[in-house]
């Protein structure tokens, strides 16, 4: 290995240890804050000084830029989300000087898989290759070599260190007072994992051949055009028959049967309507691979298109139920991303579509469905899903005059921190004295846990220093709230029963 190499290799386990160290002061045994998102700046800065590559590689820049902005979102609100897209596009950057130009994303998920796969077993490697290295003028002495060496010294001064002990007892209570450090489990965990993504970064591996992506999704036995014909005849007849009872049930607002409730109606179909239009989207991959014989008569593609058409409507639907269910019992974290899952479900049935229609490739819709994925999860990295559903539940209750579901007071305690402006907003509107008080109860519990979180320097976070200051000033010229008689559920409080005199 030549002289430099050496140097820069040596130089990584130092970076990787700096770095686990500083992750293990800003980070272990403490409330996540602002210095998650100080920890991974310190990264993509060390991966960009000790691999110069990257600086020469557009893509690698690309990526480390993106990674520094998602560190940078983990200090305005650390997120999980937001902690995965960092780490993926710092994996993209150090990957990027050996991968190919224009790459699909079938690769790339390969790179990273591999990267991730490898990544326990790299030091270990590295170890091997590095006493297998020899240094210039001569062979380096390995560890093996120096054992006859320090044999005698060590077990001789063993000896006479016991005899020693024997002798005085001064030694000997030194000798017995000596203990091992105690290993702080948890830390040496945190280390572990710590340096292994650290090396990770700083001495990637990758391989050479990759899996190619097939064109299609395999061929089913004893399906031809006229079973292909057939069977679009009659999804397009069943899948029409369920479009036709949404229109006329939930698109029109038409009375259902007797004993059905919209919201039953909307909340039974949502989830089970989903899945039958990700089974339509696996069909269509299956059945129709490009340059098939299925693929290329005309009525079989009139009948897709229609067939995808009416599954996206039937999302469209879906969403709707998903609506109205939210207009009957409030919004959550959850329902918001089931409408967001619903909008990426119907862009991926109509890329089929646009696929099947202007012959695109394999690759190509994959890329595509990725792109948007990553774009939803980056903003979903950013906006707070909880602010939004406390939001919209207090603007639209209908104890404010809304037209949405009865204000879930449990609900908006249970989203902490996140809807403490919202409960701030909704204690200043002329409310009734009980749900005022239960009101003004969940809005000081959120209070109280982002005031801590935010009283130490390592869990603060600037969207939690907004989030305080904001709130503190709408609530600072209110009159004392009346006290709670009642849970947040507005279920009374009993009172203890009295003790009997013995």
């Known amino acids: ?59 690698a820049l690309g990526a480390l830029l993106a990674a520094s902005a998602f560190a940078l979102v983990q200090v305005e609100r650390p997120t999980l989300i937001g902690l995965l897209l960092f780490w993926t596009s710092l994996c993209i950057a150090v990957l990027a000087p050996r991968a190919g130009r224009a790459e699909d994303a079938w690769r790339w998920a390969q790179r990273l898989g591999f990267l991730g796969l490898a990544s326990p077993v790299a030091p270990w490697l590295d170890l091997v290759r590095l006493e297998k290295a020899r240094k210039r ?7 093996r070599d120096l054992l006859p060496v320090l044999i005698l010294p060590i077990v001789g001064g063993a000896i006479f260190l ?7 007892p001064l030694i ?15 830390r040496a965990l945190f280390w572990i994992f710590g340096l292994i993504a650290a090396w990770a970064i700083l001495r990637p591996r990758t391989r050479r051949r990759w899996l190619p992506l097939p064109e299609g999704l395999g061929t089913l036995p004893g399906v031809g055009v006229a079973s292909v014909t057939l ?61 098939s014989a299925t693929a290329q008569s005309p009525l079989i593609r009139k009948l897709v298109v229609l067939w995808i058409v009416q599954n996206i409507f039937l999302v469209a639907s879906t969403a709707l139920r998903t609506l109205d269910y939210i207009g009957a019992y409030s919004l959550t974290r ?95 509107r002329p409310l009734p004295p009980d749900l005022r008080a239960r009101v003004a109860e969940a809005r000081q519990s959120a209070l109280e846990r982002l005031s801590i979180d935010q009283s130490h320097w390592r869990s603060w976070t600037f969207r939690g220093a907004r989030r305080l200051s904001a709130a503190n000033r709408l609530v600072e010229a209110l009159p004392p709230p009346p006290h709670a008689t009642a849970d947040c559920a507005g279920v009374p409080y009993t009172a203890p029963a009295a003790r009997r005199p013995l």
């Open 334 to 428: 959850l329902r918001i991303a089931a409408l967001i899952w619903m909008g990426l479900v119907a862009l991926g049935l109509a890329l089929i579509c646009w696929r099947l229609i202007r012959g695109k490739s394999a690759a190509w819709l994959l890329g595509t469905n990725a792109a948007a994925l990553a774009a939803v999860l980056a903003a979903s990295s950013v906006i707070d899903l909880g602010a939004v559903a406390a939001h919209w539940n207090v603007r639209h209750a209908r104890e404010v005059g809304g037209r949405g579901a009865a204000l879930d007071v449990c609900y908006l305690r249970n989203v902490g921190p996140a809807a403490l402006v919202s409960l701030a907003e909704l204690e200043r």
């Open 1 to 59: 290995m030549p002289r430099t190499a050496t140097y820069s290799f040596l130089l990584k386990p130092a970076a990787a240890a700096g770095l686990v160290g500083l992750a293990d002061a800003m980070l272990f045994d403490h409330e996540v804050g602002w210095t998650l998102g100080l920890a991974a700046l310190a990264v993509p800065l060390a991966a960009l000084t000790l691999q110069p590559a990257l600086r020469r590689d557009r893509l």
């Open 162 to 168: 016991r005899l020693f002990a024997a002798a005085n």
């Open 172 to 186: 000997e209570n030194a000798v017995e007072n000596l203990r091992l450090p105690e290993v702080d489990a948890p």
């Open 137 to 143: 003028g001569g062979p380096r002495r390995r560890i």
């Open 231 to 291: 069977s679009l005849i009659v999804f397009n007849a069943l899948f029409a028959l369920q479009n036709g009872l949404d229109l006329a049930f939930l698109w029109s607002g038409a009375a259902l049967p007797e004993g059905t409730t919209l919201a039953e109606y909307a909340h039974r179909g949502a989830y089970p309507l989903i899945a039958t239009a990700l089974l339509a989207g696996l069909f269509v991959l299956v059945a129709l691979q490009p340059g």
